[in-house]
Every structure is written in structure tokens, then in C-alpha cells.
């Protein structure tokens, strides 16, 4: 997944904590049988209706003394806390009058921000067994979202499902609650059902909802739902580049990379793509669908807009696109640059191998003998690109001389041995044509000297005679026979 999808169990955890601790405090816990036993209270302190749920005279005043206290603006939770801890400490109260206490005493201490005595006095309540069934049911959302502030999120998840079982009327929220609470603690697919869930009661669907989703999608491995989910998102919030991301992501994973490319294009065309890392990998992706040419002039104009960074990898990216797309004359500048601040000597045989390409032939040896004098992979492939530039130049020799260094070589012996055949193949046959035009004229010059010999004196002037050439030529030929009678004279005597 794209990086804010990898992250997303992190942020989760770093967010999950605040998130459902300010769920809790801003839900409006249940007091409706606290609210109902002081108005009771109000006007009959003595008894109640109903067989053993009654509050004695004494007990009801100091209830409508606490709840007044709670009441004030602001709230006096401590003298609410004092009255009822007297009360408390009373040892004749009944099961009833301790349960509409404790339930007082958690608002109370909810209000001074002790949520774990709130837990406490709640549960307290519940377990006096003098609640009916529907006052407990009211208070235990409230257990299990508190318990989830804590981050005892299993727990408090088993509330509220146990809440929901038990004829519990949920919203979206509290779904979304439960949810993120098993996320917690890797129950995913626990968690799934709740966030479906919230997801189809929110009216309108928010951000959250689709967050928690896509999150869960993705831990579970359902890249058709999750990918369905993205699009939906998009289509309300076409702006939100982080989920064009995300689908363009879910499209690379599905083998679909050119559906990705698309999504890219859309977004560069949006002005989403601002990022150094963005526009390079958008430059690439021309670049592999054999557009290299488009990769390259965007990247060519963020780095001059200054989004991309010229620096020697990104030139050198550059100047391989340009490179790709056989515009050798735009990749020259670009190595150029690149190869004075890198450290080896990699881009200056790129740039030597642009020049060749160019036909700047004295300019590719010279770039190829700095990269060797820099150092790099392969020399030997250099040497050969040297010496096919002094071929090139019309530099036989040298090209030989370089040709069998890169003999040395294993990986460039074949292509260099080719190329010094073909040379000496050359060097042999100039020196048959030299050798044969040398015969040519000895024979003409023997001609003469044969002409001169039948006539005589009787000849004509200027005919007959022996150009200056010809007798250098029959003087040379005379010492050359005459060398090599004596060699093979002194070879039989010895």
C-alpha cells in the first residue's frame, strides 16, 4: 500500500486513545433513575411505589442535596462527593438507596474527571441487584465506553456488545466505538461487522467511517472491497489526494499498473503531485510505458521550477530518459552536470556513450578516459567505445592499440578480438595493394631498362630512356637481389 496506508494501524494507535476517550466524555450518560428518585424524593421523601425501591426521608434530602450541588454552575462535584461518601458510610442503607447513590457518586466523580471511580461506582450500582433491567441497560454503554477511555479496549467492546445483544439501541458512533476498540487489540474481524455497520447508519457518511474501513479492508486482505470503498470516498471527495493515492496503489498490487499510471496522470494534471518523490515516480512511469520523452520534460521542468531537486541521482534519471527517448542532445548538458559532482565514473561513460551517439567523436574519448580515470564497473566496455572513436577519426592504430586492451577482459574479449581481426584483415590488405603496385612499377621499370637494352644507341631522344623513378626503384631492386644471394650463401657455408 501507499505510505498512509502501511502507517495506517500506526496512526490508528497513536489517534485511538484521544479519539474514544473524548467519544466517552462528551456522551450523555444515562441518569435517568437519579434524575426520577429526586424528583421522587421532591414529593415524597418517605416511600416510593414500588416494593423495595423506596428512600428513606434522610437518605432523599441528602440525594436532592448532592444532585442540587451538581447542578450549580459550575458543578460542585466535590461537596457532591462529600455528601455522598457520608452517605455511603452509613451501615443501614438498602440495596436500592446504595444503587441510586452510587449512581450520583460516578456522575460526581465523572465530573472531576476520575473516570476509573466512575467505573467503579457504576458497577457498584449494577451489583446491588436493585436495578431493573432497563436502568442497568442504561448504565452499561456508559461502563463500556469509559472502560474503552482506558484502554481496556476488549473489555469495554464486550460491554457494549453484550449492551446491543440485550436490546441496546445503537448508533453509528457507538458501532464506530466498538470497532476501533477491537482494532486495538488485532480483532479485525470482530471489528469489521461494527464498522459496516456504522458505516451504513451515518447520515452522512464522514471521513471516520470510511477510515476505519479502508483500514480494516486493508488488515484483511479485501482489496475488491477496499478498492470499491476508495472509489466511493473519491467520488465525494474528489480533492483528497491521499485516496488517489491509495486506489492508485490497490491498482499496482492488482497487477494493473497501467490503470496506476492513469490515476497518476489525473492527479499530476490536478496539481496533486507536488512532492519531490511524487513527480520523479511519474517521470518513471512514462518512462517504463516507453514515453520516455513526456517523463522526461516534466521532470526536466519541475527540476527547473525547483520541485525536483538536481541532484546527481535525479540528473541521472533525467539524462537516462532523454537517453531512452534518443534525444542524446538534451541528455549531453544534463551528464554533463551530473558527472562533475559524482563521485565515480559511472555518468561520464553515460555522457561519453551520448557523444559517441551524437558522432562527437573526440569529445566521447574524452569523457571515456575520465571515467576510467574515475573509476568504473567494466572498463573494458570503455575501452572498446575509445578505440571504435579513433577508428571512427580515421586512427587505425590507436583504435588497435585500444581494441587489445579491452582483450584483457572476459566480458569484452569477443567484441574487441572481432574488431583487431577486422583491423589487421585491413592492415594485410593495404600492404597486398602496396605490395602489388610496387611489383607493378618494377615490372614498367624493367620494361624500360629492357627497351633500352634492344636499341642501343639507336634511339630517338626521350625514347628509351629511364625516368629518374625507375632507376631509384631498379637500384633498390639490384641491392635487394643481391642482399639475398649473399644471405643464402652465408646460410650454405655456415
Given at each position: 500500500?501507499?505510505?498512509?496506508?502501511?502507517?495506517?494501524?500506526?496512526?490508528?494507535?497513536?489517534?485511538?486513545?484521544?479519539?474514544?476517550?473524548?467519544f466517552?466524555?462528551?456522551?450523555?450518560?444515562?441518569?435517568?433513575t437519579?434524575?426520577?428518585?429526586?424528583?421522587?424524593?421532591?414529593?415524597?421523601?418517605?416511600?416510593?411505589?414500588?416494593?423495595?425501591?423506596?428512600?428513606?426521608?434522610?437518605?432523599?434530602?441528602?440525594?436532592?442535596?448532592?444532585?442540587e450541588?451538581?447542578?450549580?454552575?459550575?458543578?460542585?462535584?466535590?461537596l457532591?462527593?462529600?455528601i455522598?461518601?457520608q452517605?455511603?458510610?452509613?451501615?443501614?442503607?438498602?440495596?436500592?438507596?446504595?444503587?441510586?447513590?452510587?449512581?450520583?457518586?460516578?456522575?460526581?466523580?465523572?465530573?472531576?474527571?476520575n473516570?476509573?471511580?466512575?467505573?467503579?461506582?457504576?458497577?457498584?450500582?449494577?451489583?446491588?441487584g436493585?436495578?431493573?433491567?432497563?436502568?442497568?441497560?442504561?448504565l452499561?454503554?456508559?461502563?463500556?465506553?469509559?472502560?474503552?477511555?482506558?484502554e481496556?479496549?476488549?473489555k469495554?467492546?464486550?460491554?457494549?456488545?453484550?449492551?446491543?445483544?440485550?436490546?441496546?439501541?445503537?448508533n453509528?458512533?457507538?458501532?464506530l466505538?466498538?470497532?476501533?476498540?477491537?482494532?486495538?487489540?488485532?480483532?479485525?474481524?470482530?471489528?469489521?461487522?461494527h464498522?459496516?455497520?456504522?458505516?451504513r447508519?451515518?447520515?452522512?457518511?464522514?471521513?471516520?467511517?470510511?477510515n476505519?474501513?479502508?483500514?480494516?479492508y486493508?488488515?484483511?486482505?479485501?482489496?475488491?472491497?477496499?478498492?470499491?470503498?476508495?472509489?466511493k470516498e473519491?467520488s465525494?471527495?474528489?480533492?483528497?489526494?491521499?485516496?488517489?493515492?491509495a486506489?492508485?496503489?490497490?491498482?499496482?498490487?492488482a497487477?494493473?499498473?497501467?490503470?496506476a499510471?492513469?490515476?497518476?496522470?489525473?492527479?499530476?494534471?490536478?496539481?496533486?503531485?507536488t512532492?519531490?518523490?511524487?513527480?520523479?515516480a511519474?517521470?518513471?512511469?512514462?518512462?517504463y510505458?516507453?514515453?520516455?520523452?513526456?517523463?522526461?520534460?516534466?521532470?526536466e521542468?519541475?527540476?527547473?521550477?525547483g520541485?525536483?531537486?538536481?541532484?546527481?541521482?535525479?540528473?541521472?534519471?533525467?539524462?537516462?530518459?532523454?537517453?531512452?527517448?534518443?534525444?542524446?542532445?538534451?541528455a549531453?548538458?544534463?551528464?554533463?552536470?551530473?558527472?562533475a559532482i559524482?563521485?565515480?565514473?559511472?555518468?561520464?561513460?553515460?555522457?561519453?556513450?551520448?557523444?559517441?551517439?551524437?558522432?562527437?567523436?573526440?569529445?566521447?574519448?574524452?569523457a571515456?578516459?575520465?571515467?576510467?580515470?574515475?573509476?568504473?564497473?567494466?572498463?573494458?566496455?570503455?575501452?572498446?567505445?575509445?578505440?571504435?572513436s579513433?577508428?571512427?577519426?580515421h586512427?587505425?592504430?590507436?583504435?588497435?592499440?585500444?581494441?587489445?586492451?579491452?582483450?584483457?577482459?572476459?566480458?569484452?574479449?569477443?567484441?574487441?578480438?572481432?574488431?583487431?581481426?577486422?583491423?589487421?584483415?585491413?592492415?594485410?590488405?593495404?600492404?597486398?595493394?602496396?605490395?602489388?603496385?610496387a611489383?607493378?612499377?618494377?615490372?614498367?621499370?624493367?620494361?624500360?631498362?629492357?627497351?633500352?637494352k634492344?636499341?642501343?644507341?639507336?634511339?630517338?631522344?626521350?625514347?628509351?630512356?629511364?625516368?629518374?623513378?625507375?632507376?631509384t626503384?631498379?637500384?633498390?631492386?639490384?641491392?635487394?637481389?643481391?642482399?639475398?644471394?649473399?644471405?643464402?650463401?652465408?646460410?650454405?657455408?655456415?
Open positions: 500500500m501507499l505510505r498512509s496506508l502501511s502507517n495506517a494501524r500506526l496512526n490508528l494507535g497513536r489517534g485511538v486513545a484521544l479519539f474514544l476517550l473524548a466517552a466524555f462528551t456522551t450523555v450518560f444515562s441518569v435517568d437519579a434524575q426520577a428518585q429526586r424528583a421522587g424524593a421532591s414529593r415524597d421523601k418517605d416511600k416510593q411505589q414500588t416494593k423495595g425501591r423506596v428512600l428513606s426521608t434522610a437518605v432523599g434530602e441528602k440525594i436532592v442535596a448532592a444532585q450541588a451538581l447542578a450549580a454552575e459550575p458543578p460542585n462535584n466535590t457532591a462527593l462529600s455522598l461518601d452517605l455511603l458510610a452509613k451501615p443501614k442503607l438498602t440495596p436500592y438507596e446504595r444503587a441510586v447513590i452510587y449512581q450520583i457518586h460516578g456522575q460526581a466523580n465523572y465530573g472531576k474527571g473516570v476509573r471511580g466512575t467505573i467503579s461506582d457504576w458497577e457498584h450500582a449494577i451489583n446491588t436493585a436495578l431493573n433491567p432497563g436502568e442497568v441497560n442504561a452499561k454503554p456508559n461502563i463500556g465506553q469509559l472502560y474503552i477511555s482506558q481496556q479496549y476488549a469495554g467492546a464486550g460491554i457494549l456488545e453484550d449492551w446491543l445483544r440485550n436490546g441496546g439501541k445503537a453509528d458512533r457507538i458501532h466505538m466498538i470497532a476501533s476498540a477491537w482494532s486495538q487489540v488485532d480483532q479485525y474481524r470482530k471489528a469489521l461487522g464498522a459496516e455497520a456504522a458505516f447508519m451515518a447520515h452522512p457518511v464522514k471521513k471516520k467511517h470510511f476505519m474501513l479502508n483500514f480494516l486493508h488488515e484483511l486482505k479485501m482489496p475488491g472491497k477496499q478498492a470499491a470503498l476508495l472509489e473519491v465525494i471527495w474528489p480533492d483528497d489526494k491521499r485516496v488517489w493515492k486506489i492508485a496503489s490497490l491498482k499496482q498490487q497487477n494493473k499498473s497501467r490503470e499510471f492513469e490515476i497518476n496522470k489525473i492527479m499530476y494534471l490536478n496539481g496533486m503531485l512532492k519531490s518523490n511524487e513527480l520523479l511519474l517521470a518513471r512511469y512514462y518512462s510505458y516507453e514515453v520516455p520523452y513526456r517523463g522526461a520534460s516534466i521532470l521542468r519541475e527540476m527547473n521550477a520541485r525536483v531537486e538536481k541532484n546527481r541521482k535525479n540528473l541521472q534519471a533525467l539524462a537516462n530518459m532523454w537517453r531512452q527517448a534518443r534525444e542524446y542532445d538534451r549531453i548538458p544534463v551528464l554533463t552536470e551530473a558527472a559524482s563521485a565515480d565514473g559511472k555518468i561520464y561513460k553515460q555522457l561519453g556513450e551520448s557523444y559517441y551517439a551524437e558522432g562527437q567523436y573526440a569529445k566521447a574519448e574524452d571515456l578516459r575520465k571515467a576510467l580515470a574515475k573509476g568504473i564497473k567494466k572498463p573494458g566496455n570503455a575501452y572498446v567505445l575509445i578505440a571504435n579513433l577508428y571512427e577519426r586512427k587505425p592504430i590507436a583504435a588497435l592499440k585500444e581494441f587489445k586492451r579491452a582483450e584483457q577482459y572476459p566480458y569484452s574479449k569477443k567484441a574487441a578480438s572481432g574488431w583487431v581481426r577486422f583491423i589487421n584483415g585491413e592492415f594485410e590488405v593495404a600492404r597486398k595493394q602496396k605490395e602489388f603496385k611489383q607493378v612499377k618494377l615490372d614498367e621499370c624493367k620494361n624500360q631498362l629492357d627497351r633500352k634492344r636499341m642501343g644507341a639507336e634511339f630517338l631522344e626521350g625514347v628509351g630512356e629511364i625516368s629518374a623513378e625507375c632507376q626503384i631498379l637500384k633498390n631492386e639490384e641491392e635487394r637481389v643481391a642482399k639475398k644471394k649473399a644471405e643464402r650463401r652465408k646460410k650454405k657455408s655456415s
